[in-house]
């Protein structure tokens, strides 16, 4: 039976102004993987070209990656424990006076230092995690101080809360009940691309760092579901804002690799939400149409493809991939407006297969099944 499939490519604001900065080729090798397949990949892109510059060297990349140039825009440390994004924040710190640097403190505002979010003490300190600036961030030392190694999490009911309305408390979200830090919801989603991207970066020494009730033990998945499940949540509920795309150029430029679930918010579902790998920003600056006719579907060797893009985009490439991201045929169609073909699939074994249809705005999925 033939099957005329209209697709709604959705367009990101999110997106579209990230790619911009991002180097040329520096996803290819991720192109048509998804799940722990796609993590993989990304692993080994976000690993080549990491420069360890030491744990001091922090404090030199601190003034290019974490200044307020969006909220009181006064070039001081964009503390996210600290910054009240509709006021005024109770206090500040400015890189150039060394006072401001941690030294002892005793309440908030005495002075910033570095903040590890995933906590120091599951990996033992241990150099270059420790020194890795896209996960370690300057903050108020004594907010740092109670969030302690505490994982992040939902607090109805607050043992203690900062002058931005961070919270430390028990947890109110299922699947944990231990006690747990909240940061405000301005930077919920950077706090959750962060998580995703240390236990992406450190795939292969995940098992051997300890759990915290944070991480899972496995090379794989890397966060125990309880997390994942609140941290896609956060992901969804606060998009990347202009504030991490610049921090990722500038962390990139300090230490030569980036965060990948900034650059492209849709990974972070490919590899932990639903596999349909559709993009999870909301958005939207503009929708596109494209038409896929795939018959026969279901199949038991060759399919055929008639594909048609929206007059304002054009196709670029065809993927189809089992459901572990293996890639299993490309077609490259620049530019084109119009696919016409087939695929050959008696040697697949039967299941189900993914069909991805990449145009110059978006990005089309279709279900294969091989009988």
């Known amino acids: 039976m033939k099957k005329n499939i209209l697709f709604s490519v959705i367009l990101t604001a999110t997106s579209l102004s990230g790619f911009a900065q991002i180097p040329a080729g520096y996803y290819d090798n991720a192109t048509g993987y998804t799940g722990y397949a ?33 909220y009181e825009n ?54 270059p995690m420790k020194n890795d600036i896209q996960f ?43 006690t747990v830090f909240e940061p405000i919801d301005e930077f919920k989603g950077d706090v959750a691309r962060t998580l995703f991207y240390f236990v992406t970066r450190y795939q292969n020494s995940v098992p051997s ?48 690799n980036r965060n990948p679930y900034i650059d492209h918010p849709e990974y972070v579902d490919c590899i932990w939400g639903n596999t ?34 929206n007059a304002t985009d054009a196709l670029e490439m065809m993927v189809v991939q089992s459901v572990d991201g293996r890639v299993l045929w490309t077609k490259d169609v620049p530019k084109a407006q119009q696919y016409q073909g087939q695929i050959d699939m008696s040697t697949y074994p039967s299941g189900i297969y993914i069909l991805k249809i990449k145009t110059e705005q978006g990005l089309a999925i279709k279900k294969l099944i091989k009988e």
Request: proline share 6%; glycine share 8%.
């Open 209 to 256: 760092f300890s759990s915290g009730n944070i991480m899972d033990g496995t090379a794989t998945r890397g966060l125990l579901q309880w997390q994942v499940d609140l941290l896609l949540q956060w992901h969804q509920q606060d998009p990347v804002s202009q504030r991490e795309k610049d921090r990722n150029n500038a962390a990139y430029n300090y230490q030569g």
């Open 276 to 309: 349909n790998c559709a993009p999870t920003s909301v958005a939207t600056i503009n929708t596109t149409n494209t038409y896929i006719d795939v018959y026969p579907n279901p199949a038991k060797d060759i399919v055929h493809l008639s594909i048609t893009a």
């Open 38 to 70: 796609l993590k993989t990949k990304l692993c080994n892109i976000i690993t080549l070209g990491h420069v360890d510059h030491g744990y001091n060297g922090l404090y030199n990349g601190y003034p290019n990656t974490d200044v307020d140039r969006y």
């Open 136 to 178: 370690v961030v300057p903050t108020d030392g004594k907010v740092n101080g109670v969030r302690d190694n505490f994982p992040y999490g939902k607090v109805n009911n607050p043992t203690w809360t900062s002058t931005n309305g961070s919270k430390l408390g028990p947890n109110a979200s299922a699947g944990y009940s231990g």
């Open 74 to 127: 006064d070039g001081t440390v964009l503390d996210i424990y600290s910054e009240k994004p509709s006021s005024v924040d109770a206090y500040t710190y400015s890189y150039t006076v060394p006072a401001n640097r941690c030294g002892n403190y005793s309440t908030e505002g005495d002075c910033f230092n570095r903040e590890h979010m995933m906590p120091q003490s599951l990996f033992n300190s241990a150099s």
